[in-house]
């Protein structure tokens, strides 16, 4: 009875994960009919800007706080853990309080160094949500050491919800005054919906019945305690939105070398803005089935870590790779029925068919590389998952500045630098999972998988020959495609009940260890 209602929490945790994700996906896509591409350009100077600054001024806080409060609970000291929940807001709201602040009066200077100062507009509308997502933060973490991740799912749902509805709604409602301030009302909409998420979080805090057992501990020891293990995580953290955060300030300067700033801004919108978002979007599913499976590999013995890993990436096979084909053989199908062919100029319609077809490999190279990232951090070897980023990332940023500003590349020396930093972080960690838990089975059990694989490429690549609209032939390829593969699972043999045994197993140890 404990095993199974809890896998009904981890299925409903998923699922709200999914729809968080998915609202997020869904809010680009009307909002690119909104903004247009000059307008969605815009957006994706601001948002790894901001990204970044949440990163800095908030990331590794739900981490640091579950720990400590789940530490505290666990030795029943429940007034002890929401004093770690209050001096976790009082200390990093003023971080990110001065991030707020330095945000909306730089506004300006960062907009004209990044080469388009219209985007000042959108900075200063979205800087107060720097300040209000670090109580988010808090809040979640507080109920995540509670082993109750409802309540984080709820605000999930509420954020995107939240900026789904508010920012399209508001950058319809400024359009008429010029596109710059459309974008600013879409990034009001992101500001608008983290304090409604924060408010349902705090009052869920406060309908909690009081536990007033336990001792407060010192101010200074809770806050060196979260600082120390926040900070490793942060650093972790912080390296991909500093990668999209130079790309940002890089990527149209370079293109200026080919092309006019409003051309440069339009092809930056394409490449980051469309074919990234859907490129994305699988990614973060499989990193949600990631999270739910390696808190296990803690405390775990080697030949248990390997077969644990070995179940993580069957699982991430198991979504990844239908995900890369489908966006790989459908790309002009996905792109015209979601943008339609006249949302940028004439040939970047086809620019962004062509760069999602050829990028939907980094579904699989990115899942991977979570899975390998989360994975060395369980085992306690995170500083070589971080060396791994920092090494991929340089090379990255060197090929970037190289190629983007070669003429005949332009854009897909992005592209092409994308692809560098996958393959080399990914390269890196499986050499250090191999040299320190032996671990290289990362095909073990997908063979079944692959048989899937053909199947449902076969299904795809006729119903792509089919004279159809576009937006049928995603619906095809989704019902017929997905009956394709799950039918051929089952007639190889894949047992899908075992992966629910698994993260049952597998989340009730780590329930156990909180």
């Not at 990234?276 to 490129?279: C, E, P, R």
């Given at each position: 009875m404990k095993t199974d209602k809890f896998v009904s929490g981890v299925s409903i945790l998923l699922l709200s994960g999914i729809v968080a994700k998915a609202l997020g996906a869904v809010f680009r896509i009307p909002l690119t009919w909104v903004l247009g591409i000059d307008g969605l350009g815009l957006y994706q100077l601001i948002y790894p800007v901001f990204a970044l600054l949440i990163v800095l001024s908030s990331s590794g806080m739900p981490t640091a706080v579950s720990k400590l409060v789940a530490s505290k609970v666990g030795a029943g000291n429940y007034i002890g853990a929401k004093q770690v929940l209050k001096v976790a807001c009082l200390f990093f709201s003023f971080v990110s309080l001065v991030f707020s602040i330095g945000l909306f009066i730089l506004a300006e200077k960062i907009a004209s160094i990044q080469g388009n100062y219209l985007s000042m507009w959108g900075y200063r509308a979205v800087a107060p949500a720097i300040f209000i997502v670090s109580f988010l933060s808090c809040l979640r973490g507080y109920f995540q050491g509670l082993s109750n991740m409802v309540p984080t799912a709820l605000s999930q749902i509420i954020e995107q919800g939240g900026k789904l509805v508010l920012g399209l709604a508001l950058a319809w409602a400024f359009l008429p005054y010029g596109v710059e301030y459309a974008t600013s009302g879409a990034l009001l909409g992101v500001t608008l919906s983290e304090i409604f998420a924060t408010i349902a979080l705090w009052i869920l805090y406060l309908k909690c019945p009081p536990q007033n057992v336990g001792a407060r501990g010192k101010f200074k020891v809770v806050l060196g305690e979260l600082i120390v293990v926040a900070f490793p995580i942060v650093v972790s953290s912080v390296i991909l939105p500093v990668l999209t955060f130079v790309d940002s300030f890089l990527v149209v300067n370079l293109l200026l070398n080919s092309f006019p700033v409003?051309?440069?801004t339009k092809l930056w919108g394409v490449s980051s803005g469309v074919v990234?978002?859907?490129?994305n979007f699988p990614i973060a599913l499989s990193l949600s089935v990631a999270?739910?499976?390696v808190p296990a590999l803690v405390g775990e013995k080697i030949q248990e870590r390997v077969e644990l890993m070995s179940r993580a990436y069957e699982?991430?096979?198991?979504?990844?790779l239908p995900a890369m084909i489908f966006l790989c053989v459908l790309s002009e199908s996905v792109i015209i029925s979601l943008y339609g062919s006249s949302f940028v100029l004439e040939d970047k319609t086809?620019?962004?068919v062509r760069m999602l077809c050829y990028t939907a490999p980094i579904v699989v190279l990115g899942s991977v590389l979570q899975t390998q990232t989360t994975s060395l951090q369980a085992i306690g070897l995170g500083k070589l998952a971080l060396i791994s980023i920092l090494c991929a990332g340089v090379i990255k940023i060197l090929l970037t500045?190289?190629?983007?500003?070669i003429p005949e590349l332009n854009i897909w020396g992005f592209t092409i630098a994308n692809y560098a930093f996958y393959i080399i972080a990914v390269g890196i960690d499986a050499i250090y999972l191999y040299k320190k838990v032996g671990f290289c089975g990362y095909f073990v059990g997908s063979k079944k998988i692959f048989a899937g694989i053909a199947m449902l490429t076969l299904i795809l690549l006729n119903v792509n020959l089919l004279v159809l609209p576009s937006v049928v032939k995603v619906?095809?390829?989704l019902g017929i495609g997905g009956v394709g593969y799950l039918f051929s699972?089952?007639?190889?043999?894949l047992d899908v009940r075992k992966f629910n045994i698994k993260l049952s197993r597998i989340n009730l140890k780590s329930l156990d260890k909180t």
């Open positions: 409003d051309v440069s990234t978002s859907l490129i999270v739910s499976i699982l991430i096979f198991l979504f990844a086809l620019l962004a500045f190289w190629l983007v500003a619906i095809l390829g699972l089952v007639v190889f043999g």
